[in-house]
Each structure stands twice: as structure tokens, then as C-alpha cells.
């Protein structure tokens, strides 16, 4: 049974998810001039046209959860110390407001498979035994033009020979670890919670640090589609959050969230005025978090010099 | 392209979304799991290349490349009578000299056995000599001479009147003399100019007629060098690669390429004869009984063509094994042998092209050439497979008649 099953799932990774990657990049490498590198672009933005439903179903979830961050609060602190009651409220609340916590994972999940197929399909593709071309024959469909004439390819781009790590063994690396830490930090969120916080840091260090080492060891036709995958997924992020997030400090907007949601609650929106005595309604989201950031700032120096005059 | 708005509307600010039962989403995930799970199975992960264990037959003793980069001279006869018989002689280059992978069939001459490797992590190809005595089949303790050659060498070499042919990854068809390993002259292919350089491979073994050596190269040609002198004679382009090694027969020099197209070409002049194509590569080198070219392309489609058809003739007859076929075949007794990647080994009449007999499901992967000694019920058919293993296949009696583990 066991058996039946490893090999049911061979099959349908090999024929599901291998062969026509293989023949994707092939039948590119035909028609892009026998250029492997382009053929990988042209690739990953393939890839990343078809993910984009799931990509932006991701950044929506991201900011839903994002917004539900003060009430999550709240229920910490109403329930603390009943875990369950919290869990409960909060997987109500969830639902209250449409929101799939593990909603925003399938993006990442489905990048995995994506990686593994690409790294196999950049070895297959790129033969260097006959071992490797006999297995490439077995993968090749019949019906698509010139992918059977095109072999074999050459693994020649820019300075990269694509089937091995990159030779400088700095560029690559440090281009897949810029490009991951520049489009992890337009897609976070702030957070109030710390402990998600730290998590987003770590992160948001981590995962570039860990694709830069890889792309050391790593075909460097890997590393091009991670560069040019973060590349796309920047400039899809850019209409939606501008270069705001690049910028941005994690800590004050979490405790800004924090600070907007406790003045909602005591003061309508509307009728709030900054200190130039301008109302809110002029302005855009963005003005108006900035004169709460400056109100809390004010009034938590005002207390801090109260509390230092009681004492 | 347009990026749909994600701002709106539930009272917090929150966005609407379709809320999901969570266990669902456990099966996708697991789905997924077990989807990489299967990635890194053995076949999806290809290593370093260890060589297909490839054999020829001379004088009743099979030469094997093994696996571990060591050549056995096995005694068939031997083999025959007492499958534990030893073998002949092994020889074992030291650790410096190792052999690395060998594809390509020994060649075997009067005084020495000539075998060639592919170091492929150094791209480096090993070529030796070992001396072999024919009276006694014994060898001497070392190899006569030996070279190493920039580029692997994935043929087979070809000896021809006290010369050694090898063809190399470097796009260079080597000849040497056979006695003391001078090189004589190297002749340079052209190489498919790539965007960023050339691909220059070969990966055939030469064939030898009339003084003139043929082989076919990555690059997609077909080239005919003088022997005597190393002068191009012609070249030939074709729509793919060439890794199968040419046949000379009847004035016709017939190949394989990758373009789906087997060529017959007249040797003298590259004039084209007649052309077949197929679904599949052409790898496996064709046979002939000097009236008729038997071949398999990579799809499993055997077929018998006549060498003075003509283009649009059907072939004389066709046999689908079903399974990839790499491995040259071997003709004897009025029979064709073909082994399938698979395993499979199966017996067809020249003639007509049916099965004489249920194939062997040998269940294992056969890639080198198969070579045939023998007649009657002598008749033999011996080939190794890519885990080491030399078996005899007695044809008469359609069994395997010894096997022989090579690996230590």
C-alpha cells in the first residue's frame, strides 16, 4: 500500500509538476533565441502571473489579520490566563470577520514545490552526463515543436553557467538576499503582537540570509528565478503599498493600531482635530495616522513628565 | 496589470473573505507534503554518472568496464560450465590513475585492450592500453600506456590499422597510435555556436570504413576525417544532436539524430540516400546484415530498413518493445536482440519481426551496447547494466546462461 502510494505520488509530481516544467523552459530556451536565462525569466513571470489570485489573496488576509491585531488584544487581556476562552474568541472573531488565519501560508506552500520542481528541472534540462539525457528523453513530450531538436541546451547566461553555483559565488547571493529582504519587508504587516513581531523580524532577516547561503551551493538558474521571482513580486506589491513598508519601523505602527483603536473607542473619528486645529476629514489615511502618532506621542510625554512631578 | 482594490469593508476594516473550514486545508497541505516527499525520489534525484558497465567480446573472453572503474576479462566458456568460475584478470588503476565512468565499449586488438572513461568531475577522459596475452588470456601487471585527455570521453574507442580513435567532450576526434600511445593528430569539430559559446560534445564512438573514420557530435553533424592524415573528408548537418555511433555498410553511412530522423548518407560524398523519421531520439547504434539497417529509436519502435529503399518506402517491418531503448542491439543466427532500458530483452525474427520467444523481464536498466559471439547453440548475447552486473543470454536456449556481479 505503502509502495502503491510513493509511487502514485511520483507519478503525479513527475508528470504533474516535473515534466512540464522541463518542457516549459525547453520550449522557451526554442523560441528565446537558445537562451537559458532568458527562458527562466520568461519562466518565473509565467509562474508568478499564474499565482498572482493566490498572491493577492495572501496580502488581503495579511492585512485583515493585520486590522484584527487590537481586538485580538483585547481578548488577551479580557480572557488572560483562560487559554481556551481566548482561542475560542479569537477563532470567533476570525470568522466574524471572514478572516482564514493559515490563509496566507498557500502562497508560500505552493512556492515550495515550485522551487524543488526547478531545481530538478534546471538539472534534468542541463545535461551534463548521458545519464541525465537518457533521463531528459523520458521527459520531452512529443507534441510540442522543437523541444526534442533544441537539445541540447546551453547553460551559458551573462557570466553564469546556469547548471552550477554562481562562480564569483558573492553576486548571485548577495542579489537573492537583497531582493528576498527588499520584498519581505514591502509585504509585512505590523503587528501588535510582540511575539508576531519578533517573528517578522527574524524572518524577515532569516529567509534572505538562508536563500543567499543556498544560492552559494545551489544552481545559479535557481538563484536567477529567485531574483527575478522577487523582483516581479515587488513590482506587484508596489501599486498596492507603494514604497511605504520599505521604509517603515516595525514598532510604532503596532503600537499606533493599538493607540488608534483605544481612541475610537472614547472620541468618533470624524470629529477628531490634530493640533492645528484641522479636522481629520480633509485628510487622507495616511495624514490622519500621522497626527494620531503625534497626538500619542504627546500624550505619553505628558505623562511621563506628570508622573515625574508626582514623584 | 491591473491589481484588483483590497480595500473595504467589514466593521473593523476589515476586508470580506470567504471563510474555510480549517481541517480542509490539512489535506492540501498534507497533499503537498507528500508531492516534495516524492521529489526527492531516487530517480528524481540523478547523481554523478558511474558508467554502464559496457562489454565486448573477443576470443571467448568478455572485457567488462565495471562500475568501480576496473576492466575484468571474464572466460565465458568458463562462465558456461561454472558460474563461480574467476574471473580471467582484474585490473585495478591506483587512486591517482582512477578510471572514473565508463560508457563506451572496450576495443580489443591483437596484443592490447583499449578502454576509454570520463572522469565527468574533473571533465577529464582517461584512455589506457592493457596488454593482453591471447595463448594464456592473461595480462601484464601494468598498463602499457595510458593519457589523459581534456574532456570526458563518453564513446567508445576504435582501433583501425595500429590506430586508437577516441572522440572527447572537448569537440576533438583523437588518434593515437595504438602500440605506444603517441598521439598522431586531433581533429577539431565544428561546435554549434551557442549564445554564449559552443557546444562541442561527442559523445559517438567512430566507425571505420575505407580509411575514413565517422562520427557523429553534439553539434549536429555527422563528420567523415581521413584516418591516415585527420583531414576532414565531408560533414553533414542534421536538425539535432548525434550521439549514436554510425554504421558503415554498402557504400551508406546510416545514423541517428535527435532531430527524429535516421539518415542514410553515401559515404563518399554525404550525399543523402534516404531518411526515416520517428516519435523518438535516435541513440541506440544500428546493426545490419548487409542488406537491411535493424535500429530502435528512444521511443521502443524497432524497425528493419532495407539499405537501398527509398525515401517514402515503408520499412520492411516494425516491433514496439514499449520501453526506452539506448543500448545498441545485436544481430546473430538470423535473430535481433534488443534490451529495453527496462530490462526488457526481447528476440525478433530479421525477417519479419515478430517475437520468437516471451521477452526477459530482467528488471534491470540495460544502456550499453550488446555484443554476440558465437552460433548454433553456442550463440551468445552479453551486455552489463548500470548496477554492474554482466550477464550471458543464451540465445538458443532463450535464458540467461551465467550473470556476474562486477561491483565490489
Known amino acids: 500500500m505503502e509502495y502503491i502510494l510513493a509511487n502514485l505520488f511520483t507519478d503525479i509530481w513527475n508528470q504533474g509538476i516535473l515534466r512540464p516544467m522541463i518542457n516549459s523552459l525547453v520550449f522557451l530556451y526554442s523560441v528565446l533565441f537558445s537562451n537559458m536565462g532568458l527562458s527562466i525569466i520568461a519562466f518565473t513571470i509565467i509562474i508568478r502571473i499564474l499565482t498572482t489570485p493566490l498572491t493577492l489573496k495572501q496580502i488581503r488576509q495579511m492585512r485583515a489579520m493585520t486590522a484584527l491585531q487590537p481586538r485580538m488584544q483585547k481578548i488577551r487581556d479580557k480572557y488572560k490566563g483562560d487559554s481556551k476562552k481566548i482561542s475560542s474568541e479569537t477563532m470567533k472573531m476570525y470568522r466574524e470577520a471572514g478572516v482564514n488565519p493559515v490563509g496566507c501560508l498557500g502562497p508560500l506552500l505552493i512556492q515550495f514545490p515550485i522551487w524543488i520542481g526547478l531545481f530538478q528541472a534546471l538539472i534534468q534540462t542541463l545535461p551534463t552526463n548521458p545519464d541525465r539525457l537518457v533521463a531528459l528523453s523520458e521527459k520531452l513530450y512529443s507534441w510540442v515543436p522543437n523541444v526534442h531538436e533544441a537539445i541540447p541546451l546551453s547553460s551559458d547566461f551573462l557570466w553564469l553557467n546556469l547548471a552550477e553555483p554562481d562562480p564569483t559565488n558573492i553576486v548571485m547571493p548577495l542579489l537573492v538576499g537583497g531582493s528576498t529582504w527588499v520584498q519581505q519587508k514591502m509585504t509585512s504587516m505590523p503587528s501588535a503582537d510582540p511575539r508576531q513581531q519578533s517573528t517578522q523580524s527574524m524572518m524577515l532577516w532569516m529567509m534572505p540570509i538562508m536563500l543567499g547561503l543556498l544560492s552559494m551551493t545551489f544552481p545559479s538558474g535557481l538563484a536567477l528565478y529567485w531574483v527575478v521571482s522577487n523582483v516581479v513580486g515587488v513590482f506587484t506589491q508596489y501599486p498596492i503599498t507603494g514604497w511605504e513598508p520599505l521604509f517603515r519601523k516595525s514598532t510604532p505602527a503596532v503600537q499606533e493600531d493599538d493607540d488608534k483603536d483605544d481612541e475610537k473607542d472614547s472620541q468618533p473619528e470624524e470629529e477628531a482635530t490634530d493640533d492645528r486645529g484641522s479636522t481629520d476629514k480633509s485628510n487622507n489615511g495616511k495624514n490622519r495616522r500621522r497626527s494620531n502618532r503625534g497626538r500619542n506621542a504627546r500624550a505619553r510625554r505628558r505623562a511621563r513628565r506628570g508622573r515625574s512631578r508626582g514623584h | ?408
Open chain 2, 1 to 408: 496589470m491591473p491589481i484588483p482594490s483590497i480595500t473595504g469593508s467589514a466593521p473593523s476594516g476589515v476586508p470580506k473573505t470567504s471563510p474555510k473550514p480549517h481541517p480542509i486545508l490539512l489535506l492540501p497541505a498534507i497533499a503537498l507534503l507528500a508531492l516534495v516527499l516524492a521529489a526527492c525520489a531516487p530517480g528524481n534525484v540523478i547523481g554523478v554518472a558511474e558508467g554502464w558497465t559496457p562489454v565486448t567480446v573477443a576470443d571467448g573472453v568478455v572485457y567488462a568496464g565495471t562500475r568501480d572503474g576496473n576492466v575484468l576479462a571474464l572466460n565465458a566458456q568458463e562462465l558456461d560450465k561454472d558460474e563461480r568460475a574467476a574471473p580471467l584478470w582484474e585490473y585495478k588503476p591506483r587512486e591517482e590513475n582512477r578510471l572514473g565512468s565508463i560508457f563506451g565499449p572496450p576495443a580489443v586488438g591483437e596484443t592490447h585492450v583499449y578502454l576509454s572513461s570520463a572522469r565527468t568531475d574533473e571533465e577529464t577522459g582517461r584512455l589506457i592500453a592493457l596488454r593482453r596475452d591471447r595463448e594464456s588470456n592473461s595480462q601484464l601487471q601494468q598498463d602499457e600506456w595510458e593519457k589523459t585527455i581534456e574532456g570526458a570521453l563518453v564513446g567508445g574507442p576504435v582501433l583501425t590499422g595500429g590506430r586508437l580513435l577516441v572522440g572527447s567532450e572537448d569537440g576533438r576526434l583523437y588518434c593515437f597510435d595504438a602500440a605506444n600511445g603517441d598521439r598522431r593528430w586531433t581533429y577539431q569539430t565544428q561546435g554549434l555556436l551557442t549564445s554564449q559559446g559552443k557546444e562541442r560534445r561527442i559523445w559517438s564512438t567512430p566507425a571505420i570504413a575505407n580509411g575514413v573514420a565517422y562520427f557523429g557530435a553534439m553539434d549536429g553533424y555527422i563528420y567523415a576525417v581521413s584516418v591516415e592524415s585527420g583531414e576532414e573528408v565531408w560533414k553533414f548537418k542534421t536538425g539535432g544532436a548525434i550521439v549514436t555511433s554510425p554504421l558503415v555498410v554498402g557504400g551508406a553511412v546510416v545514423f541517428g539524430s535527435f532531430d527524429r530522423t535516421f539518415y542514410a548518407l553515401n559515404a563518399s560524398n554525404a550525399a543523402v540516400l534516404w531518411t526515416y523519421s520517428s516519435d523518438g531520439w535516435w541513440w541506440a547504434g544500428p546493426v545490419s546484415d548487409g542488406a537491411t539497417v535493424f535500429v530502435s529509436d528512444m521511443g521502443g519502435e524497432v524497425v528493419a530498413l532495407p539499405i537501398d529503399r527509398r525515401d517514402g518506402d515503408p520499412p520492411l517491418w516494425t516491433h514496439e518493445i514499449g520501453y526506452i531503448v539506448n543500448s545498441t542491439p545485436a544481430l546473430i543466427d538470423d535473430k535481433l536482440v534488443v534490451a529495453a532500458k527496462s530490462g526488457l530483452v526481447s528476440i525478433l525474427d530479421v525477417s519479419t519481426g515478430t517475437a520468437e520467444e516471451v521477452p526477459l523481464p530482467l528488471d534491470k536498466d540495460i544502456r550499453a551496447s550488446l555484443a554476440s559471439a558465437g552460433a548454433g547453440e553456442l550463440a551468445r548475447v552479453y551486455f552489463g547494466d548500470v548496477d554492474g552486473v554482466v550477464r550471458s543470454l543464451d540465445v538458443d536456449r532463450w535464458r540467461v546462461s551465467w550473470t556476474v556481479e562486477t561491483r565490489e
